[in-house]
């Protein structure tokens, strides 16, 4: 038996090894970072439609919304939200300028915000 017909050797075998481990390593933080990634496009998209909700609501109202900031709180998909309501005159009297900025309950920072602007309403006839 020639030395070309023993086999791997030691060496090489460790070397397999170790190329096998950072690839492998490179495909799981891949798929960890897809998964945060979906998670978070998520989080954002359930904020930006409880910012929509409240707009909705202020729509429908048909109200002149008045120059304040407002609070308060939303359960969407079995999660609590706070949004915090913010209106501000614009240079056309007509106009109001509306931000809206929602996050999850639990933490303080702003998933989304949503800026809009009200005319004022007119009559339904």
Same mark, same amino acid.
């Given at each position: 038996m020639?030395?070309?017909?023993? @086999?791997?050797?030691?060496?090489?075998? =460790?070397?397999?090894?170790?190329?096998?481990?950072?690839?492998?390593s490179?495909?799981?933080?891949?798929?960890?970072?897809?998964?945060?990634?979906?998670?978070?496009?998520?989080?954002?998209? =359930?904020?930006?439609?409880?910012?929509?909700?409240?707009l909705?609501?202020?729509r429908?109202?048909?109200?002149?919304?008045?120059?304040?900031?407002? #609070? @308060?709180?939303?359960?969407?998909? @079995?999660? #609590?939200?706070?949004?915090i309501?913010?209106?501000?005159?614009?240079? #056309?009297?007509l106009?109001r300028?509306? #931000?809206?900025?929602?996050?999850?309950?639990?933490?303080n920072?702003?998933?989304?915000?949503?800026?809009?602007?009200?005319?004022?309403?007119?009559?339904?006839?």
């Amino acid at each position: 038996m020639s030395i070309r017909d023993r @086999g791997f050797t030691l060496i090489e075998v =460790l070397v397999a090894l170790v190329i096998a481990a950072i690839a492998l390593s490179a495909i799981s933080r891949t798929t960890i970072q897809s998964t945060d990634s979906a998670q978070a496009l998520r989080e954002r998209q =359930l904020a930006l439609w409880v910012a929509q909700n409240e707009l909705a609501q202020i729509r429908m109202a048909r109200r002149w919304p008045s120059i304040d900031t407002t #609070e @308060g709180n939303e359960s969407m998909a @079995g999660r #609590e939200w706070h949004w915090i309501l913010k209106v501000a005159a614009t240079p #056309e009297p007509l106009l109001r300028r509306i #931000e809206i900025e929602v996050s999850d309950k639990n933490r303080n920072e702003a998933s989304v915000s949503l800026v809009d602007f009200v005319r004022i309403p007119t009559r339904v006839k």
